[in-house]
């Protein structure tokens, strides 16, 4: 009884990042629904709209190998992170830094990097358990 409790515990950490990640991919697609309205025609607007979701269509594929390589998800949200970071940064060279660039940094690489550690140690606990079985 008490190791099945131990086990509920200790499912979040493998629900965690995925469910993150699904709610984290929806929020950058909103994004791309401000290419609507804004008179480039069908075919300028679906091009945008696709264009917009390069992003959301990479995480996408990137949460799905994570689903069972941890690993893969892992790093893969940690360097899209920083690769965020690096593209305000240049974004902040050419047109200055206003406040709210440092907002989107924090918000956006922030939760792709506790999406990242939380593959990270469910993957790192993945392996302990599969060293402690003797695999």
Known sequence: MKRVRQD??????FWAPRILSIIFILFIALFSL?????????????LAFLMHNIPVFILIIVLCISWKYEIVGGIAFILAGLAYII????????????????SWIIQIS???F???????????RKK???????R
Not at 87 to 102: A, P, R
Request: proline letters at 0%.
């Open 8 to 13: 509920k515990k200790r499912d979040w950490i």
């Open 34 to 46: 401000d290419v609507f309205g804004n008179g480039y025609g069908f075919w300028g607007t679906l």
């Open 87 to 102: 593209l305000n940064i240049i974004t902040i060279s050419m047109d200055g830094f206003q406040w709210y660039y440092l």
């Open 110 to 112: 922030g939760i792709a």
């Open 114 to 124: 506790v999406i990242g550690i939380l593959f990270l140690i469910n993957w790192k």
């Open 128 to 134: 302990r358990k599969e060293v402690k079985n003797g």
